[in-house]
T-cell receptor, first 114, second 114 residues
Framework: NAGVTQTPKFQVLKTGQSMTLQCAQD?????MYWYRQDPGMGLRLIYY???????DKGEVPNGYNVSRLNKREFSLRLESAAPSQTSVYFC?????????????FGPGTRLTVL | AQSVTQLDSQVPVFEEAPVELRCNYS??????LFWYVQYPNQGLQLLLK??????LVESINGFEAEFNKSQTSFHLRKPSVHISDTAEYFC????????????FGKGTRLSVIA
């Protein structure tokens, strides 16, 4: 099992460009999450999908959109990138949406917006 | 809503010395508590969790944490650290009765010095 995979690993964008971060999991998990990690800020939830077909905003959703393509895949789109979106992005999944479930994390995407 | 405070952003400690990483939480309802670890250039992985029952929980690599409801704390301890424990540690909380996502603290960077 690969667990949670993310592509790309690194990306540099210019202000105003768009891109999609891809995430896939092979653990048959129902719930998936997108976080951003910034120095001294910990992890902040951008969007999550408790189950296939549903998505909800997290703490910092502005400037992002998500798509739960199927049970395996959950993508994050930046329509018009801004320097404030320079960050490391992590995707995670869990068996269910229950708050007791362990989350499994991908290796991250390091995004720089110039 | 829940919140988590990790009182130390950085903790340097000599190899084989004991360490305590502090975590306090705030919530008006019962909670589940977690510690995640992030090794350099990797995603997060679960270290241990408290859901119910015994207030002392242990990990497979010698860490332990104790849930203290009266002090709203969930401090992480290890009696003797190794170089390989160098990592960033995140405390997280979620509502026990709900379906809410995790809320993470800002992290504590543990540096073990030879």
């Amino acid at each position: 099992n690969a667990g949670v995979t993310q592509t790309p690993k690194f990306q540099v964008l210019k202000t105003g460009q768009s891109m999609t971060l891809q995430c896939a999991q092979d653990m048959n998990h129902n719930s998936m999450y997108w976080y951003r990690q910034d120095p001294g800020m910990g992890l902040r939830l951008i969007y999550y999908s408790a189950s296939e077909g549903t998505t909800d905003k997290g703490e910092v959703p502005n400037g992002y959109n998500v798509s739960r393509l199927n049970k395996r895949e959950f993508s994050l789109r930046l329509e018009s990138a801004a320097p404030s979106q320079t960050s490391v992005y992590f995707c995670a999944s869990s068996e269910g949406g229950g708050s007791y479930n362990e989350q499994f994390f991908g290796p991250g995407t390091r995004l720089t917006v110039l | 809503a829940q919140s988590v405070t990790q009182l130390d952003s950085q903790v340097p400690v000599f190899e084989e010395a004991p360490v305590e990483l502090r975590c306090n939480y705030s919530s008006s309802v019962s909670v589940y508590l977690f510690w995640y670890v992030q090794y350099p250039n990797q995603g997060l992985q679960l270290l241990l969790k408290y859901l119910s029952g015994s207030t002392l929980v242990e990990s497979i690599n010698g860490f332990e944490a104790e849930f203290n409801k009266s002090q709203t704390s969930f401090h992480l301890r290890k009696p003797s650290v190794h170089i390989s424990d160098t990592a960033e540690y995140f405390c997280a909380v979620s509502e026990a009765s709900g379906n809410t996502p995790l809320v993470f603290g800002k992290g504590t960077r543990l540096s073990v010095i030879a």
